[in-house]
C-alpha cells in the first residue's frame, strides 16, 4: 500500500461532529469501535443516573457534562491519534465509501441508543402552555424520568407528563390532586379533598375567573379506581380533568425530573397556545428540579 498523510485538525473534527469517524481516518478503526462502544455505555449510564439521583441541579450537571465531554473526547483522541503518525501505510479501509459507511453505522447505533433511552429511561418534554406556572413556564424543556411509576405508585401532589387519551393522544403536564377512592369536590375555585379544604401553597389565580362554571364549581365525586384527578397549578389558564375528567393510571408517562433547558414564548393571542413568539433564555431556570 502507498504512504498517505493524514491531517490531525481534520480527524479531530470529524470525530466531534460523527462520532469517533476520526480514528477510522487515522487508521485506528478497532480503537474507534472501543471508544464508541465505551461512550455509548456512558451516555446511557448517566440518563440512568439523572433519573435516579436525588432532584436538583447535579443530574443536569451529569447529562451537560457527559453531551460536551464524550464528543470533546473523541476529537481530542483522534487529533493525537494522527498526530504521532501523520504519515501511514494507507490501510484498506481508509476509503471515503468506508468512511461513508461507518457514519451510517455509527449514526444507527445514536439512533438506536436514543430510541432505546427515550422508550424505556427517559424523555424531553416541552412544557406548551401556561397551565402549570409558577411550577413550570411555557417554554421550559423538561427531562422525563419513565422509570419512576414502574416502581412507584402515584402519590398526591406528583407534577406528571401523561397522555389525555392514550397513546398518540396529547401529552400534557399537571399535578396530581385526588387519587382512586378519594373523594373531590370544588367550590369557589377551592378544593376540597375527603371533605377538607386542600392546602395549595402552588396554585394560582391569575386574571379575572373565567364565565365557565366547570372552573369555579365542582359537585363532590370520588375518583375511580385506576384513574387520578389532574389539575394545572394556574387554575384559570389550565385545562385539566375539570373539563376532561380524570385521567387513567396505564396514560401517566412519568414524572418530570429537572428543567435542563428554557426558552420564553409569549403568546399574541391569549386564547390560543398554537401561535407564540420565542424570547431570551430563562439560564436562571435550567437545573431547577419539578418535584418540590
Known sequence: MAEIRRHPWLAAVLSLFVGPIGQVY???????????????????????????????????????????GIPIFFATDAFCTVRQRRTMEQKSYQRWWVYCISVVLFASGYLTMALFVRSFIAEAFVVPSRGMRDTLQPGDKVLVDKTYYNFHSVTRGDVAVFFTDGKGSPTWVQRVVAIPGDRIEIREETVYLNGEQLDEPYARFRGPRPPNAEFIRLEEMTVPEGQVFMLGDDRRMSKDSRIIGPIDLENLIGRPKFIYWSVERHFPDPTTIEYYTVGETRWDRIGIPVQR
Open 26 to 68: 487515522g487508521g485506528a478503526a478497532a480503537r474507534a469501535v472501543r471508544l464508541w462502544l465505551i461512550g455509548t455505555v456512558l451516555t446511557v449510564t448517566a440518563f440512568v443516573g439523572a433519573v435516579l439521583l436525588p432532584a436538583s441541579r447535579l443530574p443536569c450537571l451529569l447529562l451537560l457534562a457527559f453531551g460536551i
